[in-house]
């Protein structure tokens, strides 16, 4: 079997030097940051409830993809705290308050059950995602920037590292599992990205949360085409080798 991929970093580490004196700023200021933060901190926590939802389905068949979300559930609870770390420090959250509002957010996967047929198009639909996030993420690093410490930057700077670790061991488990299905991918991945409507149609469901001007028609079809690069990779002689060894 190929393992998942998993970083070993700490927000908490991170950010312990810092504290919300250092970050005063304008009301106006204080809110747009607030503004900015927050669905960020919602579209990581959905995490937990599509992994509870694909619990509801049953759709985890492989020992692989089992692996995997696991990996990635541990790693978006991370993003998760890192963020309600953030707007502690920036954006005058409490981190009571914001798991309060957490909690009272809907989340409805009909939009989405075309992908949770089957592990393997719920695994394409996560390994396109994950490359999106790490590239709308990329793209926010002025904001990052202008909050005025570099533990900021590093911060972005290990989330976009896990968000290419998301895909590249999503792709992994289609690659080991389903390289028979690899044709496949391009009309799913076709199919997500004519979905895609706007902003108002997220509801909760961790992927497709495509809010702001990072998300450009370039952006995903550049996706697009790496995750169709990605699948078609055959393994190498050393990832064979650590499939047979543990088979499912
Ligand atoms: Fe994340
Ligand atoms: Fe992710």
Redesign the pocket.
């Known amino acids: 079997m190929i393992a998942p991929v998993r970083r070993d970093w700490s927000p908490k580490d991170l950010f312990n030097a810092l504290t919300p004196a250092m970050f005063t700023a304008e009301p106006s200021v204080v809110r747009a940051r607030w503004d900015r933060l927050w669905p960020e901190l919602y579209t ?1 926590y959905d ?1 937990r409830h599509l992994k509870k939802e694909l619990c509801i389905r049953n759709l985890i068949k492989t020992n692989e993809a089992e692996a995997f979300f696991n990996a990635w559930a541990a ?2 609870e991370r ?1 998760t705290d890192g963020f309600i770390q953030i707007m502690e420090l920036v954006a005058g959250g409490s981190e009571t308050d914001l798991r309060q509002r957490l909690n009272t957010r809907s989340h409805d996967f009909s939009a989405i059950s075309e992908f949770l047929k089957d592990e393997f198009s719920l695994i394409v639909m996560i390994a396109f995602d994950e490359m999106c ?1 790490c590239r709308a993420y990329a793209a926010e690093r002025e904001f990052y920037a202008g909050l005025g410490n570099r533990r900021f930057l590093l911060w972005l700077r290990e ?1 976009i590292a ?2 290419a670790v ?1 895909s590249m061991n999503a792709v992994n488990v289609i690659r080991a599992r389903y390289c028979n299905r690899v044709s496949e991918v391009g009309v799913i991945l076709e199919s997500l990205i004519s979905g895609i409507a706007d902003d108002t149609s997220y509801t909760g469901t961790f992927v497709l949360d495509y809010f702001g001007t990072a998300y450009t028609k370039e952006l995903l079809a550049n996706c697009r085409a790496t995750i169709l690069r990605n699948v078609a990779k055959p393994l190498t002689p050393a990832e064979q080798d650590g499939n047979n060894r543990r088979p499912n």
Do not use: R
Request: net charge negative.
């Open positions: 990581e995490a790693d978006e993003h996030t989330v896990d968000e998301h």
